[in-house]
């Protein structure tokens, strides 16, 4: 049976044209110098998985993989509204949420801004920045328990063992991280629960000055460690080491090897600029010549020793909302000083690629042409171990593999 996929993109920001009497924020100066750049980390490829979808029951337009603990994939799709789990050879396992306006159904799933942990799944929904909430699932049961306010444009959520850390931008007060804890967030009986603020830790200035360059690049991504939170942005070339009680303690200057790259803070606000009263049209050039222009940071992560793992994609656009990513996997030495950037990834162009770090690995959800020739698509989750030891700019498999 042929299905319908709707077309995969990053997506704009739906605030943009609503910020006014942008203020002016100085970018914290980096602090560590750029290292020494060698090819990318050695991947080995430890599995690849083919999620058993039917006509009922598939992902039409894949935004955001999230992993449960138990080795199951979720993934939310924001053409039907809703997250499909599947086990980890995978067998689908339950369908979360639908959309509509009543409790447990999304007006506008969002696709970024979700977590899973041991008891619940949340997924964000809503319009930011009039309005964005978390509606929150029992994992096994899934029902729908409540829903938590969001303060601000949330666009990366991450638990530990007592809180929620959320990354994006206050546009009131421009600051990017806060957290909150996660208990009495999911405290439930009283109606909804708390709301999670962001308020540590100034916006970088490139996103508060321009904010055509918010619209594109004003995504947060986000690691919490057990003594410190690692924040960057979509299109920032640096990595902030922050505390947990938000005072930057580190600035790390990520080195492009084969992958575009971004100017630095200066050189991005010179060629980033589109005056007020600019079209629907030029604004849409414009970000295609951005798009043309820099990578993209996806996603980022750590090991126990501390090493950073990141993402990037080189983003071509076809048409206005159409978008095909090529991949790029680097390690980073805690400090900076020694980086392996940029092994490339091979993925099919039937739809953006979406990617979640763990540690280590890196999990690739992919769509491609299914080899019946009839059309169909098949989504598949590839799993890659990362060796930041042997930068051989190389892809390994195993047995498995």
């Given at each position: 049976?042929?299905?319908?996929?709707a077309?995969?993109?990053?997506?704009?920001?739906?605030?943009?044209?609503?910020?006014?009497?942008?203020?002016?924020?100085?970018?914290?100066?980096?602090?560590?110098q750029?290292?020494?750049?060698?090819?990318?980390?050695?991947?080995?490829?430890?599995?690849?998985?083919?999620?058993?979808?039917?006509?009922?029951?598939?992902?039409?337009?894949?935004?955001?993989?999230?992993?449960?603990?138990?080795?199951?994939?979720?993934?939310?799709?924001?053409?039907?509204a809703?997250?499909?789990r599947?086990?980890?050879?995978?067998?689908?396992?339950?369908?979360?949420?639908?959309?509509?306006?009543?409790?447990?159904?999304?007006?506008?799933i969002?696709?970024?801004?979700?977590?899973?942990?041991?008891?619940?799944?949340?997924?964000?929904?809503?319009q930011?920045?009039?309005?964005?909430?978390?509606?929150?699932?029992?994992?096994?049961?899934?029902?729908?328990?409540?829903?938590?306010?969001?303060?601000?444009?949330?666009?990366?959520?991450?638990?530990?063992?007592?809180?929620?850390?959320?990354?994006g931008?206050?546009?009131?007060?421009w600051?990017?991280?806060?957290?909150?804890?996660?208990?009495?967030?999911?405290?439930?009986?009283?109606?909804?629960?708390?709301?999670?603020?962001?308020?540590?830790?100034?916006?970088?200035?490139?996103?508060?000055?321009?904010?055509?360059?918010?619209?594109?690049?004003?995504?947060?991504?986000m690691?919490?460690?057990?003594?410190?939170?690692?924040?960057?942005?979509?299109?920032?070339?640096?990595i902030?080491?922050?505390?947990r009680?938000?005072e930057?303690?580190?600035?790390?200057a990520?080195?492009?090897?084969?992958?575009?790259?971004v100017?630095?803070?200066e050189?991005?606000m010179?060629?980033?600029?589109?005056?007020?009263?600019a079209?629907l049209e030029?604004?849409?050039?414009?970000?295609?010549?951005?798009?043309?222009?820099?990578?993209v940071?996806?996603?980022?992560?750590r090991?126990?020793?501390?090493?950073?793992?990141t993402v990037h994609?080189d983003?071509?656009?076809?048409?206005?909302?159409?978008?095909?990513?090529?991949?790029?996997v680097?390690?980073?030495?805690?400090?900076?000083?020694?980086?392996?950037s940029d092994?490339l990834?091979?993925?099919?162009?039937?739809?953006?690629?979406?990617?979640?770090?763990?540690?280590?690995?890196?999990?690739?959800?992919?769509?491609?042409?299914?080899?019946?020739?009839?059309?169909?698509?098949?989504?598949?989750?590839?799993?890659?171990?990362?060796?930041?030891?042997?930068?051989?700019?190389?892809?390994?498999?195993?047995?498995?593999?």
């Amino acid at each position: 049976m042929l299905r319908h996929r709707a077309p995969a993109h990053l997506g704009l920001l739906p605030f943009a044209r609503t910020v006014v009497g942008l203020a002016t924020l100085m970018i914290v100066a980096a602090t560590a110098q750029p290292g020494a750049t060698q090819p990318g980390p050695t991947l080995i490829l430890q599995d690849s998985v083919i999620l058993r979808e039917s006509g009922n029951y598939y992902a039409g337009q894949p935004t955001e993989l999230l992993l449960g603990s138990d080795g199951s994939f979720f993934v939310v799709d924001v053409y039907e509204a809703r997250v499909l789990r599947f086990d980890r050879s995978g067998k689908p396992v339950r369908a979360y949420g639908r959309r509509g306006r009543g409790p447990g159904e999304f007006l506008n799933i969002l696709g970024f801004a979700s977590f899973v942990n041991e008891d619940v799944l949340a997924v964000a929904d809503g319009q930011p920045p009039v309005s964005m909430e978390l509606e929150v699932f029992g994992l096994g049961s899934g029902d729908h328990l409540g829903r938590v306010t969001l303060d601000g444009v949330v666009t990366a959520l991450a638990v530990d063992n007592e809180r929620l850390w959320a990354g994006g931008m206050d546009i009131d007060e421009w600051k990017a991280l806060g957290s909150a804890p996660l208990d009495e967030l999911l405290d439930f009986g009283d109606g909804d629960g708390d709301a999670v603020s962001l308020d540590r830790v100034p916006v970088p200035r490139p996103y508060v000055e321009n904010h055509q360059i918010m619209i594109m690049g004003g995504i947060a991504i986000m690691d919490v460690g057990n003594d410190d939170v690692l924040l960057s942005f979509r299109t920032s070339p640096y990595i902030l080491r922050v505390t947990r009680d938000g005072e930057v303690a580190d600035t790390i200057a990520l080195q492009p090897r084969e992958r575009r790259g971004v100017p630095d803070d200066e050189a991005f606000m010179e060629m980033a600029t589109l005056p007020a009263s600019a079209s629907l049209e030029e604004i849409n050039d414009f970000h295609a010549e951005l798009d043309r222009s820099v990578s993209v940071l996806l996603q980022m992560s750590r090991d126990g020793a501390g090493r950073i793992f990141t993402v990037h994609a080189d983003v071509d656009r076809r048409g206005h909302r159409d978008f095909v990513g090529v991949l790029y996997v680097s390690s980073v030495s805690p400090d900076g000083t020694t980086q392996c950037s940029d092994t490339l990834v091979p993925t099919s162009d039937a739809a953006f690629p979406v990617v979640a770090l763990r540690g280590s690995e890196v999990f690739v959800l992919d769509q491609r042409i299914g080899s019946t020739g009839t059309g169909n698509v098949q989504t598949v989750v590839r799993t890659f171990a990362i060796d930041p030891e042997r930068c051989t700019g190389e892809i390994e498999t195993n047995d498995r593999g």
